[in-house]
């Protein structure tokens, strides 16, 4: 029945992001990997769509960045590592939100750089994950804590264990920092104690690793088994847990590992990868079989030369591709998606601006080649909350000077009024220009919400002020690079 309803909502409403997102919340949790991959993919096109009609930016579509990182997380669990780190790039090089750049949380940003670093510690790209180039981390704990946790498993990884300890011991001396930051406090534990049992098994220390590696595993397990999100910790420390018992060789035990991973994260390629080998190597024919065909279902499209997938195909067991989801999926790559809308976001043009200065005179955008421009579209001259404004960016107009920025206020009064306004403001740092019929302002979707024009459909524009002049009316800014 869910299910069914998931492939309904999508279908009635195709041009909301948000309708086309939540199925996959629902394919994801049941391991329909390839329609939580659609489902997602669309939501994310039909929301540049909106961003392009409506001119705003990623940040301002409030789901977008969960959208994206929730996308490229099932593109991992398709294999498709390429893919998911391309869609990281594309969310940590979009647009800062201008208020909430050092957010450490929910920002398109702050997930970008989650998606990056659980995609490269996931499938192993640890030169990559060192690299400076790759992530531009902040002076914020979550970043010191993800960042010192990540460089200590691509040391491991490349078997430096002495710079493993030194990131380690940075990862240990946040612990004063914790009390400020509870918050992230479980997290913290997981990753002291992974870590702790990485480095004891790279030396050989297999009784005590085992041990700290079987018990984190559990508490992970706890935390993330009723989670409906992309996972919070990059990598499913069962599925650690079996390789780690594969490599002691101890194929049963692997086995249960892996299984366990499938309990919390359902058709998971990696667990069903290290099941192909455990029960390759117990002998059990059958079931290694069984896996295989899932393993090659779930990664028919992925990426050449995968680490947990070549020690999978090494066993040379043969299967044929077998869908274990509840329903039958459609494949992810064969689908055409455009229909939804572009495949990036790109920052759009301004519209044309023609208005009037005081003197009567034409006034473009094609005037500031090289310069920003803010523009401050307002009713007119009797709104006295704009007068304010108009002072109040004056009185910021070397601010404005600085970084080569020209103040346009655009209203519906006549050139002629505007020439009264000027001697009102002296001196003012933007340049008064006229619209007396609104047409830029619509162009720009900078127009009112309370005051009903005719020809004008309603908005809910952001940063909008309630004027206190007879018409109640408001005005809005918009910012626009002229190139």
């Known amino acids: 029945m869910a299910l069914e309803s998931c492939k309904r909502y999508g279908e009635v409403a195709p041009g909301a992001g948000y309708a086309l997102h939540m199925p996959g919340h629902v394919y994801a949790t049941v391991g329909m990997w390839n329609e939580a991959a659609i489902s997602m993919d669309s939501a994310t096109l039909a929301e540049k769509r909106y961003m392009r009609e409506r001119m705003i930016f990623p940040f301002n579509a409030w789901n977008h960045g969960h ?6 997380y099932i593109l991992e669990q398709l294999g498709m590592a390429d893919a998911a780190v391309y869609g990281a790039r594309q969310m940590m090089d979009a647009p800062l939100d201008p208020k909430f750049n050092a957010d450490a949380g929910y920002s398109m ?3 970008g750089m989650a998606s990056m670093v ?3 510690v996931k499938f192993e790209q640890w030169k990559e994950l060192l690299s400076p180039e790759t992530i531009k981390w902040r002076d914020t704990f979550l970043d010191k804590m993800t960042r010192h946790y990540a460089e200590a498993r691509a040391h491991l990884g490349l078997g430096d264990a002495a710079k493993a300890e030194k990131a380690m011991a940075k990862l240990d001396g946040l612990e ?10 479980k997290v913290y534990k997981l990753q002291r104690l992974d870590l ?4 004891a098994l790279s030396r050989g220390d297999t009784l005590r690793g085992m041990g700290w590696l079987s018990e984190v595993a559990v508490e992970q397990f706890e935390l993330q088994k009723s989670d409906n999100d992309p996972p919070f910790y990059p990598e499913l420390l069962y599925n650690a847990l079996g390789r780690a018992y594969l490599e002691s ?8 590992a892996f299984t366990k991973s499938l309990e919390v994260t359902r058709n998971d390629w990696f667990a069903l990868a290290g099941l192909v080998q455990a029960h390759h190597g117990a002998g059990d024919a059958k079931a290694a079989a069984e896996a295989m065909a899932r393993l090659r279902y779930l990664t028919v499209d992925a990426d050449q030369g995968l680490a947990w997938m070549e020690p999978a195909m090494a066993t040379g067991v043969k299967a044929e591709a077998k869908n274990s989801s509840p329903a039958l999926q459609r494949n992810y790559k064969a689908m055409n998606l455009d229909c939804y809308g572009p495949a990036a976001w790109e920052p759009h043009s301004a519209p044309r601006l023609l208005a009037m200065d005081p003197e009567g005179k034409s006034a473009t955008l094609d005037e500031y080649k090289g310069k920003n421009v803010l523009l401050v579209f307002y009713l007119g001259r009797e709104c006295l909350h704009r007068l304010k404004q108009l002072r109040d960016i004056n009185g910021k107009k070397e601010e404005w000077y600085r970084p080569y920025t020209v103040v346009l206020a655009v209203s519906s009064n006549p050139p002629a009024n505007n020439l009264t306004a000027l001697k009102i403001i002296n001196a003012p740092a933007a ?3 006229s619209d007396t019929a609104f047409q830029n302002a619509r162009r720009f979707r900078a127009y009112d919400a309370l005051r009903k024009w005719s020809d004008t459909p309603r908005s809910s524009s952001i940063g909008r002020a309630a004027c206190t002049g007879p018409n109640k009316a408001a005005s809005r800014l918009a910012t626009w690079t002229s190139w």
Do not use: D, G, M, V
Request: glycine share 0%.
């Open 249 to 256: 060789k101890s194929p049963q035990l692997a086995a249960q």
């Open 67 to 72: 959208n994206r990182n929730y996308l490229n």
């Open 176 to 185: 004063k920092e914790l009390e400020k930051n509870k918050q992230f406090q």
């Open 196 to 199: 702790r049992a990485r480095l």
């Open 109 to 111: 940003h702050s997930q």
């Open 118 to 120: 659980r995609t490269l």
């Open 431 to 433: 340049r008064i220009l």
